[in-house]
Structure formats: structure tokens, C-alpha cells
């Protein structure tokens, strides 16, 4: 991975963070992109602190111009990215049937139609540069199976349409040198696992997922971005259209304890 560039997603926090200074300490030039500004400036700063290289840049996946833009800009500095994790993703959760059409909209915007425009760009690039290349793309384990807790309608929708979109362009680009794979991460520790908790049922919700995760515990970030490093690199060559689980054992796990 040394001398690559990477394109993070979602850098400014949670597995895009790890990600993105992982790939740095192995080496690779990191692209650290999020819709916060600050954010992805910390990462950033975080990475060259470490000694390692990085830029930052403020894009609203959702957003045709702002992903446009932000390859172009690339462009203008003769970085192709050979790898991209696109982690960027909200959760604005809700039963179906109170669920506003704003919310599910901006739910596909970022999770899948970002997802499309960050694959499409980089696509575009790569083939332009007749360079082989890797896209991790981030699923999730409610692509393939519903949650008690509920609400999800929107979040599984989008994520769904991940894992679907990952298959197609994993067909469609093998013939060009380039594999497209997605991590399937469970519970983990990240801002947007608590986004619609309140900091006093934290400690309480943690307690109950990690009771119904089977390793019985919530994911470090840096663990599903390892799932995700591994599939950029060399050591997936042979991979592609596949989903990395690695949700501590959800989807292995019945519902029925009896």
C-alpha cells in the first residue's frame, strides 16, 4: 500500500477515521474526506503528525457537484486514487409508518447515492488512467436480515442497495483491473452507533448489544478497518463482489435462544 493514494469517506470519524490513519501507517498518501470540515482537517493533521502524508477535504457525498469537484480537484494535483473505502453514512432511523419522506431521502442520499457517486468518479478516473484499482464500499449486517429493536426501514433499504450495487460493479469493472468488495460491519463504537441515543441510555444500550452480539462486546473501529484495509490490499487479489462479515457474529446468530 506504500505510495498509493487512498480515498477515504467519512474520515472525520468512526471506521472511516481508522481507516484512513491505517492506511497511513501503512504507508499510503490518504485523501481524508467528510462533510465536517473540521473533522476531516483532524484527520488530517492527525495522520502528518504521525508522520505520514494526507489531505483533507470537506465533500457532502449526496451532493453530484461537491464529489464532481472534489475528483477534480484531485485531478488537478495528478492523484489517481488506487483505493477507496467510502464509509460516509448516516442513520436516521424510524418506523415506516411515521417515518417523514425527508428522512428516507436523505438516508439513500448519503448511504447509497453517495456510494455511487464516489464509485462512479473514481471509476471514471482509474479507467481515464488506464490503472487497476480497489473500492471497499460499507454495508451492513440489516442488507440481509431485520433487527428486533426496529426502525430501520431506510438504513436497511440503503445498505441493501450497497451490497447490490458492490455485486454489479464487481462484475461490470473485473475486466479492467479493478475489484469492488464491501465490509459488513457490526456494532461498533462509533458516533453514529449512539446518534439517536441519549447520553444517558448509553451505558445501558451498550450493555444490551453487547449481551446479543455473540463475542459479546461492540467492535473496536479500527477492527472492520482492518476487514477493509485487507480488501484493499494485494492479499484480496483474487476477491471481488464479496462482503467481509465482520460483525461479531450477528448474522451467524437465530433469533430463537430455545
Known sequence: MADQTILVTGAGSGIGRASALLAARRGACVVACDVDAEAAGGCAEEITKLGGQ???????????????????????????????????GVDLGGFAHELPAWRWQRVLAVNLTGA????????????????PGSIVLCSSPTAFAGFAAGGASAYAASKGGVSALTRTLAVDYARYGVRVNAIVPGPTETPLMWAAVPASGRATMRAQIAAEVPLGRLADPEEPARAALWLLSDEASFVTGSHLICDGGVLAKASVSV
Open 116 to 131: 455511487f457517486l464516489v464509485c462512479r468518479e473514481t471509476l471514471a478516473a482509474l479507467l481515464a488512467a488506464g490503472r
Open 54 to 88: 494526507a489531505i483533507a477535504f470537506c465533500c457532502d457525498v449526496s451532493d453530484e457537484r461537491a464529489v464532481t469537484g472534489l475528483f477534480r480537484q484531485l485531478s488537478g494535483k495528478g492523484l489517481v486514487p488506487g483505493g477507496v473505502i467510502a464509509a460516509a
